[in-house]
């Protein structure tokens, strides 16, 4: 018995040095301390094992444990992101563990030899020896060759769905290895072994596969916050030419928004027209076109594509609507009358640039609900259930 916890100390003991080293910087100057934390949770768990309950829910002890630790050096604070890694990081090893485990009894079944249990000490701690041993490999080998570094931790802690996933994982681990334990019929057991390996599989697949998960996610929320700007991106330095999207709801907005300008009496094949319709279309798919600066972001990428600054693109929107408003035509001046409710300034006797793009884009927007509540209701959905804000 007493080499059996030896054993358990060990392990224990590689768990704390794993979560220590790959949460903190592994520099000479603390590697004294991340040694230290490492041991005080080693302590505290096998004090919880060994005196107070040894149960599957020392994973559950080993998750706090490892929190508190790693807390001593964030000034006693436990944040979401070590809370986060203290759950990532026993999902890990307790996968790692078991699917060793799994192995290595697949393995004495393989080759017919007698099952190991507690009635034969000797035989059973050859058998927990190699699973140690190929558990210290497999976790240098992770370590080694699937470093996460903290920066993911921090980028992912902003992601409800990666936590949620986490407790789920952890919880089920729990409630397997109870199962597991408290069952001992042999078909009920290999099933239950089986689930969990499968489980367990998935779950590696999951927390490894964090990077890309976070570029999809990063990716997806680029293109839903402003899908207009991403194609104009592709149009840089191409000229007027290049004032069109591949979309062809994009290209359908622009053309109505070119039908406003002509009912007002604007010419919309003079350039400055353009301009004014491409810059409504990459302005109606900002999250917030009332709070969109509109020199950085809006003027400056139809800038890129006819190669001018941001500020000489404003300028041409204000004086084609400057023109316009002090028409002598009194045919345009009614058609501004008529089919033009939107503010002008007193300053200018004219919309501002941004002013008449706003009115562009809400007029577009309360004429054509369905498509901006879905869009809406999506983007909503996806902050809610996979963003924390």
């Known amino acids: ?54 149960s599957p829910i020392i994973t559950f002890v080993s998750t706090i444990i490892l ?25 890990i090893l307790e996968c790692i563990h078991f699917l060793i485990f799994g192995v290595v009894s697949l393995a ?25 041993a190929l558990y210290i490999i497999s976790i240098l080998v992770v370590y080694k060759f699937f470093k996460i570094g903290i920066i993911s931790i921090c980028r992912l802690t902003d992601y409800k769905i990666f936590s949620i996933f986490l407790s789920l994982v952890l919880c089920v ?21 089986l689930v969990f390996i499968f489980f367990i599989i998935l779950s590696l697949i999951f927390i490894f596969s964090s990077k890309a998960f976070l570029e999809k996610i990063d990716n997806f929320k680029k293109s839903k916050l402003n899908p207009a700007i991403e194609e104009a991106k592709l149009q840089k330095g191409k000229g007027y030419a290049g004032m069109k999207f591949v979309s062809k709801k994009l290209n359908s907005e622009m053309y109505y928004f070119q039908k406003e300008l002509e009912n007002i009496g604007m010419d919309t094949e003079d350039k ?30 139809l800038g890129e594509i006819l ?15 400057q023109n316009h408003w002090s028409s002598f035509s009194s045919q345009k001046l009614k058609k501004i009358e008529q089919n033009y409710h939107g503010p002008i300034s ?44």
């Open 1 to 54: 018995m007493f080499c059996l916890a030896v054993i358990s100390i060990i392990r224990y003991l590689i768990n704390g040095l794993f979560s220590v080293f790959m949460f903190k910087n592994s520099e000479s100057t603390i590697f004294v301390r991340n040694v230290i934390f490492s041991i005080i949770y080693t302590t505290s768990l096998s004090c919880f094992k060994f005196f107070i309950n040894d």
């Open 67 to 91: 929190a508190v630790c790693l807390a001593f050096g964030n000034k006693f604070k436990i944040d979401r992101i070590i809370l986060t890694y203290s759950i990532f990081v026993n999902c």
């Open 108 to 132: 004495i079944a393989a080759l017919r030899i007698p099952e190991i249990t507690r009635h034969q000490p000797e035989r059973l701690l050859v058998g927990r020896a190699v699973v140690l």
């Open 173 to 193: 681990i729990i409630y397997l290895k109870y199962c597991i334990k408290c069952t001992y019929l042999n078909q009920i057991h290999n099933i239950l072994s």
């Open 272 to 301: 400055k027209s353009k301009q004014i319709s491409f810059c409504a279309v990459l302005l109606s798919h900002e999250e917030n076109p009332r709070n969109a600066n509109m020199r950085p972001m809006i003027y400056s990428c």
């Open 307 to 321: 190669d001018r600054q941001p500020k000489s693109i404003e300028s041409n929107i204000g004086n084609a609507l």
């Open 346 to 389: 007193t300053e200018h006797g004219a919309p501002t640039p941004k002013e008449f793009l706003l009115y562009l884009v809400e007029k577009y927007k309360k004429e054509h609900p369905m498509y901006e509540n879905n869009c809406k209701n999506k983007y909503l959905f996806f902050k809610k259930y996979f963003l924390h804000l």
